[in-house]
């Protein structure tokens, strides 16, 4: 017997996601169209959910992933919009090869999470970019990471 897929766990993680950054006033976001956009802080990065039917994707600076639970996705969006997570994007020249998102623990050590890479280009001065948010404050995230999904 074949399993069927349910198509509406992208809606859900959006929705489940807009209810839990009502848990914080200054978070600016939009919602529309099968997406959901999250306002970064100045110096750090914009985050997108896009809902792909039987699951979501999250996208941060050149980042992304893939989620399956609705309620994932919500506690990953917040985690990027704190301190407590940062996107490492490796430079070959003027192109992103590589992206890890890195979450900090109590004790300061960053561990590397998701990657997201391409092959091209292999040339090019290399170099190494860090990006993260203070839009959440590092208090209000769990200190348990979800990037050891």
Same mark, same amino acid.
């Given at each position: 017997m074949a399993t069927? @897929?349910? *198509? &509406?766990i992208g809606k859900q993680a959006i929705a489940a996601t807009v209810a839990r950054l009502g848990e914080f006033p200054d978070v600016e976001y939009e919602q529309g169209d099968g997406r959901l956009s999250v306002k970064g802080s100045p110096d750090g990065f914009d985050i997108v959910v896009?809902? =792909?039917g039987h699951g979501a994707t999250i996208e941060a600076g050149h980042w992304h *992933?893939?989620?399956?639970?609705?309620d994932d996705v919500a506690k990953y969006v917040v985690w990027? @919009?704190?301190?407590?997570?940062?996107?490492q994007t &490796?430079?070959?020249g003027k192109h992103a090869v590589k992206s890890v998102v890195e979450?900090? @623990?109590e004790d300061g050590k960053w561990i590397p999470g998701s990657t997201f890479g391409t092959l091209f280009p292999l040339f090019g001065k290399k170099r190494i =970019?860090? @990006?993260?948010?203070? +839009? +959440?404050g590092a208090e209000e995230v769990? +200190? *348990?990471s979800p990037s050891q999904k």
């Open positions: 069927q @897929l349910d *198509d &509406t896009r809902d =792909e *992933d893939h989620f399956s639970e609705p990027l @919009l704190s301190p407590r997570m940062r996107i &490796t430079y070959r979450s900090r @623990l =970019e860090y @990006l993260s948010n203070t +839009v +959440v769990p +200190v *348990d």
